[in-house]
C-alpha cells in the first residue's frame, strides 16, 4: 500500500530534541516526499540519528511539529512503526536465532499472521542472497551477510518506509556496491527511504534530496546536483605537497579560490584551463582535477576542523 | 510521551514471551538440569541430612517443610535470575530491546512480556520441585496442582523488581547487590526453612509485609494438603507485589531506552 508519488510521508516543523545540557536537534524543518530516497548529510553529532529517532517515536520531541504518514508521532508512533522498515546503526541480530528465525520472529514482533509468515521469510532470504545461509547462526554470518539480513528483517512488514542509519559504515567497497543495488531496487518498487550517512558517494548515488546537518540544524537542503550548483565552483583542481609558496604563482592571475584542506590546496573554479595549463609548468607540484562534488559542499558548509 | 504514563498490555507482550521461550527450547538440557537438580539436592541433602537431626517441624516431616517452601523460593530465585542476568543481556549487551522497539511494540509491551516469561519459568522450577516432592511421598492432595498457577504469580511477583534492577544497572555486579540485601535474607526469613513464630514478634511483622512469606504460605498448604489460611490476603500481597513491579519497571526502561 504504497503512498502514491509526490504525498509527504514525513513532515517536520522547527523541530527541537534537546537534552539537559544540549540540544541535538535545533529547530529543523524538512518533508520527505514519497517515493524519494531522503538524505541527512552530516559529521558525527549533527542531529542525524536522533531526528531518526523522533521520526520512528522512539524519543519524545521537545517541541515543534513532527507527522509521519500524516499521523502526529508522539502519539500514533506504535502505528507509524507498523509502517516503516529499520536499519540500525549497529546491527542487532538475534543471536539466539538463526538466519531464518531472526525473520520469521521479526514477523511475529510486526503481528503478522502466521500462515504468511513462511513465505515472506523465503522472499527475504533470495532478495538478500541469504536462501543457501537459512540455518545458518547470524554470528557465523561475515558483516555484509548480516547487513544485508539486518535489511531483509527490515522488510519483514512491507513497509512503505525504510529508514537507513548509516547503511554501509564498516563495509568494504564490494559489499557497499551490493547494498546500493539493493536499496535503488528498494525505491523502484515505490518504498520512501531515509538515509543517515556521511559517505558523500553513497549519498550522491542513493539520494534524490538531501539536507547537510550540523550542531543540530540543517545548513542546506536539495538534489546533490543542486547543492553542489549552489555552493560550489563546478571544477576543482587538488594541489598535494603543495607549500604555501606555490600559491603565488597563478593565484593572482587566476579564477580560482583557494582552501586548504588538511595538507592540501583545493582550488575551485569555473574554469579550469588556464590553471591547468600553469600548473603543467611547475613539475614539482602533484595535482588532480576532478569535478566538484557533495564532498566539497559539505566541507564548505561544515568547515574543516575534527569531529569527534 | 510522559514517561510516568500508564502502561497497556497488549497482544505483543505475547510475542516477546514466544521469543524467550523459543531460546529456551534450543537449551532444553541445561535447563531442565537445572530445574530438577538443583532441588533435588536441596530437598535430598537438607531434607534427608538436616531433617534426621531436626525430627518433626510444625507436625510436618522436615522434607515435607522444606519441599513446601523451596517451591516458592525457587520461583522466586528463578524469576529473578531471569529478570536480571538475562534481561539485560537482551536489553543492554545484546541490543535485543533496540530491535523489538523498532517494530510496533513498546516497552509496556516488551516488559509485559518478560514478567509473563519469568513467571513461566518459574512454573519451570516449582513443577520439577513438585515432581521430585511427589516421588519423596511429600505430596498428600490432588489439590497441590494448584501450586502450579500460585507459582506463576509468584514468578510476576519477583519479576518486576528484577527487571528494575536491570533498568539501573550498569553492569551484571549491580545485581549481587540485590541478591545479598534482598534475596538472600528473605530467602532465609520467611519461612522456608522454619516457621517465621520462631522469630522475635518485631520480626515476625516485618516478615509478614514480604512477598516470599506470601508466596510461602501459599505453598504449604497447596503441597501437604492442608486447608489455605487467608489465601486471598495472600494472593493480593502478590499480585500488588506484581501490578505495582510492572508499573516502575516499564518507567524505569522507558527512562532508560527511549531518550
Same mark, same amino acid.
Given at each position: ?308 | 510521551?510522559n514517561s510516568y504514563r500508564l502502561p497497556r498490555v497488549r497482544r505483543g507482550a505475547l510475542a516477546v ?71 539485560f543481556t537482551r536489553m543492554v549487551p545484546q541490543r535485543t530491546y533496540d530491535a523489538l522497539l523498532a ?15 519469568? *513467571?513461566?519459568?518459574? &512454573?519451570?522450577?516449582?513443577? #520439577?520441585?513438585? /515432581? $521430585?516432592?511427589?516421588? =519423596?511421598? +511429600? ?100 499480585? *500488588?507485589?506484581?501490578? &505495582?513491579?510492572?508499573?516502575? #519497571?516499564?518507567? /524505569? $526502561?522507558?527512562?532508560? =531506552?527511549? +531518550?
Open positions: 500500500m504504497n503512498k502514491p508519488a509526490g504525498e509527504e510521508v514525513v513532515e517536520a516543523r522547527k523541530l527541537t530534541k534537546c537534552f539537559q545540557d544540549r540540544c541535538a536537534v535545533d529547530g529543523v524543518d524538512f518533508t520527505v516526499t514519497a517515493g524519494k530516497c531522503f538524505g541527512f548529510l552530516g559529521p558525527n553529532g549533527a542531529g542525524k540519528t536522533t531526528t531518526l529517532r523522533m521520526i520512528l517515536g522512539l524519543t519524545p520531541v521537545t517541541s515543534g511539529e513532527l507527522n509521519v504518514f500524516g499521523l502526529d508521532v508522539s502519539r500514533h508512533a506504535a502505528e507509524i512503526r507498523a509502517r516503516t522498515g529499520v536499519v540500525p546503526q549497529t546491527d542487532n541480530l538475534d543471536p539466539d536465532f538463526s538466519v531464518a528465525e531472526n525473520l520469521a520472529m521479526y514477523a511475529r514482533y510486526y503481528g503478522l499472521p502466521a500462515a504468511q509468515i513462511p513465505a515472506r521469510v523465503d522472499g527475504l532470504l533470495a532478495f538478500a542472497e541469504l536462501t543457501g545461509r537459512r540455518d545458518a547462526r547470524t554470528d557465523a554470518l561475515s558483516g555484509g551477510m548480516q547487513r544485508r539480513l539486518t535489511i531483509a528483517r527490515a522488510l519483514i512488514n512491507d513497509p512503505d518506509m525504510v529508514v537507513l542509519d548509516e547503511p554501509t559504515t564498516g563495509l568494504d567497497p564490494q559489499v557497499r556496491h551490493v547494498i546500493w543495488g539493493r536499496l535503488a531496487e528498494l525505491k523502484d518498487r515505490g518504498k520512501t527511504l531515509l538515509l543517515t550517512t556521511h559517505y558523500m558517494e553513497e549519498a550522491e548515488r542513493l539520494c534524490d534530496e538531501l539536507v547537510i546537518m550540523d550542531h543540530g540544524r540543517i545548513l542546506d537542503q536539495g538534489s546533490p546536483r543542486e547543492l553542489v550548483a549552489r555552493h560550489v565552483e563546478p571544477e576543482v583542481i587538488e594541489l598535494r605537497g603543495a607549500g604555501d609558496d606555490i600559491l603565488n604563482r597563478f593565484t593572482p592571475n587566476a579564477q580560482c579560490r583557494i582552501e586548504p584542506i588538511g595538507t592540501s590546496f583545493y582550488c575551485y573554479t569555473q574554469d579550469s584551463a588556464e590553471i591547468l595549463a600553469q600548473l603543467r609548468e611547475v613539475p614539482e607540484v602533484n595535482f588532480m582535477h576532478r569535478s566538484s562534488g557533495l564532498e566539497d559542499v559539505f566541507l564548505r558548509l561544515t568547515g574543516k576542523e575534527l569531529r569527534d | 510521551m514471551w514466544q521469543r524467550n521461550i523459543r531460546v529456551w527450547r534450543k537449551l532444553l538440557g541445561p535447563a531442565i538440569a537445572m530445574n530438577f537438580g538443583e532441588p533435588t539436592l536441596y530437598l535430598l541433602g537438607l531434607g534427608f541430612g538436616l531433617g534426621h537431626f531436626v525430627g518433626d517441624m510444625s507436625g510436618l516431616t522436615y522434607i515435607a517443610f522444606l519441599a513446601s517452601g523451596v517451591i516458592a523460593s525457587s520461583a522466586m530465585t528463578t524469576a529473578s535470575f531471569e529478570g536480571m542476568y538475562s534481561v517494530t510496533p511494540l513498546e516497552v509496556d509491551d516488551v516488559i509485559a512480556g518478560e514478567m509473563l516469561w519469568c *513467571a513461566t519459568k518459574a &512454573v519451570f522450577s516449582g513443577v #520439577a520441585i513438585l /515432581l $521430585v516432592a511427589l516421588l =519423596l511421598g +511429600v505430596v498428600q492432595s490432588a489439590a497441590a496442582v494448584l501450586v502450579i498457577p500460585v507459582v506463576f504469580l509468584i514468578g510476576l511477583c519477583f519479576a518486576g523488581p528484577a527487571i528494575i534492577m536491570s533498568a539501573i544497572a550498569r553492569s551484571y555486579d549491580f545485581f549481587n547487590y540485590y541478591f545479598v540485601l534482598v534475596i538472600t535474607p528473605m530467602f532465609i526469613i520467611s519461612g522456608v526453612f522454619y516457621p517465621i513464630s520462631t522469630l522475635p514478634e518485631p520480626m515476625q511483622g516485618v516478615v509478614q509485609l514480604l512477598p516470599l512469606y506470601h508466596a510461602v504460605s501459599l505453598t504449604r498448604p497447596l503441597v501437604i494438603g492442608v486447608e489455605l489460611s487467608q489465601p486471598w490476603l495472600h494472593i493480593a500481597v502478590l499480585l *500488588a507485589y506484581a501490578l &505495582v513491579g510492572y508499573y516502575l #519497571a516499564v518507567v /524505569l $526502561v522507558r527512562k532508560k =531506552l527511549m +531518550v
